[in-house]
């Protein structure tokens, strides 16, 4: 299993003093083991928060999940960037009032995503809008 070009770990988003939070569909048992085989560290090591699963009633493209990944102290749906694959995942997002980032797969690359922010074959080069310059130029190192 490979990570996407450009997803980093979670010690780097750390280091940006981002917060990262996964909602996501699989349940929470294959998120830890996608974690491991991907970057070798634990699910609670890399996001701050992982929704997942069965944890609401509504699956995307209904934006309870992103909904309940926010709930918590922290930011709040305007301070947030999703980064999705589909169609239905960019749905769910917007309806949470979220910023969207598209990274198509190839099951997903012919959906029409023009309700997204950015869309981009990967994260290589991309930066969240606000984050300083220097942050990102200083740990440009591996870029997954």
Do not use: E, F, H, M
């Given at each position: 299993m490979s990570v996407r070009r450009g997803a980093s770990s979670g010690r780097r988003a750390a280091s940006w003093?981002?917060?990262?939070a996964a909602a996501?569909?699989?349940?929470?048992h294959n998120v830890a083991a996608l974690c491991r085989a991907?970057?070798?560290?634990e699910?609670?090591?890399?996001f701050d928060v992982v929704a997942a699963g069965d944890a609401v009633a509504a699956?995307?493209?209904a934006p309870d999940i992103y909904r309940l990944a926010l709930d918590r102290p922290g930011p709040g749906p305007a301070e947030a960037i999703a980064i999705e694959d589909s169609r239905i995942g960019m749905r769910a997002a917007r309806a949470a009032g979220h910023a969207v980032l598209?990274?198509?797969?190839?099951?997903t690359a012919g959906e029409d995503f023009s309700g997204a922010d950015w869309?981009?074959?990967?994260?290589?080069?991309?930066r969240p809008p606000g984050l300083a310059a220097q942050a990102w130029q200083a740990d440009r190192g591996d870029d997954r």
């Open positions: 003093r981002l917060r990262l996501t569909t699989p349940r929470p991907c970057w070798g560290q699910a609670d090591d890399i699956k995307k493209p598209v990274t198509p797969s190839a099951y869309v981009r074959p990967d994260l290589t080069g991309w």
